[in-house]
C-alpha cells in the first residue's frame, strides 16, 4: 500500500486510510487498525475526496 495517512479518534481508535495499488485497479483503504474486521474498500475512482464532503 501507499499513500498512507493515521488520524486519531477521541476514543483512542486510530483510523488509517490508504491506496492500495497491488490489483488491477487502485482501491481506497480506510481502517480502524485497534479493530479486528474494520475496515472497507472502494475503487480510487469512486472514492470522494475530503474536499468535496465539506
Not at 479518534?9 to 486510510?17: L, Y
Not at 479493530?35 to 475526496?49: F, H, K
Amino acid at each position: 500500500m501507499s499513500l498512507t495517512h493515521s488520524y486519531r479518534t477521541g476514543d483512542s481508535a486510530e483510523v488509517m486510510a490508504a491506496i492500495d495499488r497491488t490489483g488491477e485497479r487502485a482501491r481506497l483503504v480506510i481502517s480502524d487498525v485497534t479493530r479486528d474486521g474494520a475496515w472497507l474498500t472502494v475503487p480510487e475512482a469512486e472514492a470522494v475526496t475530503v474536499k468535496a464532503w465539506r
